[in-house]
């Protein structure tokens, strides 16, 4: 008898801060790598499937990401100390 099936395993590749398409705070957003992995006598033995995806933790919304927005935005979070947003227009008012 063959026992197999999937494992699925998560990983934390870095944290944002981002605008949330959700609620629509400014908030920190941890960009995480969910694969599932193929097993068979409950020993993982290759990936089957890798998404990518953001989590809100202001709300806890995820969104789903592609891989290239996924390595765009790791860059962002390790490169950048913060001012990675482009020129964002800040309505502070002016006195
Ligand atoms: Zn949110």
Redesign the pocket.
Known sequence: MIIFGTKGYLYRLAILTLV??????P?AHTLSKRVTKFTLFFVPLFPISTKYLTQ?T????EQKVTREQAEQLQAQGTGGNGAQTHGQPQQQPRF
């Open positions: 949330c398409g959700h609620c629509g705070n908030a809100c202001f709300c806890g919304a």
